[in-house]
């Protein structure tokens, strides 16, 4: 019954910057591996970044490497996907994913899904 909410999108200039942040629903991110994931205009689901739940550790698809950060606050419940050098192959909905795992051939988002978050970059 875990629920996640997303918030912080927006339009924004490439090269510029955004912050996401996802909210749980009581202790959610100390028991659920979280993910981020996106989904362009006519293209499938995307994973984007994701965390542990126990030790921290961080992945991140290969389109985001050295731009995104994804962290996470557990006495505030939160994580966030810190957003760099953003360019218009950005501009997607994100999802914030309460219970990813990692299989064979990539990210699979389990449990809970927000209702996603529209970020548009302008060139």
């Known amino acids: 019954q875990v629920k996640v909410i997303e918030s912080g999108g927006g339009v924004v200039q490439a090269g510029g910057s955004l912050r996401l942040s996802c909210v749980g629903s009581g202790r959610t991110f100390t028991k659920y591996a979280t993910g981020w994931f996106r989904r362009a205009p006519g293209k499938e689901r995307e994973f984007v970044a994701g965390i542990s739940k126990n030790d921290g550790t961080t992945f991140y698809g290969d389109s985001v490497k050295g731009r995104f950060t994804i962290s996470r606050d557990s006495a505030k419940d939160t994580v966030y996907l810190q957003m760099d050098s953003l360019k218009p192959e950005d501009t997607a909905v994100y999802y914030c994913?309460?219970?990813?795992?990692?299989?064979?051939?990539?990210?699979?988002?389990?449990?809970?899904w927000g209702q996603g978050t529209q970020v548009t970059i302008s060139s």
């Open positions: 994913n309460a219970g990813t795992r990692r299989y064979e051939g990539g990210w699979h988002g389990l449990d809970a």
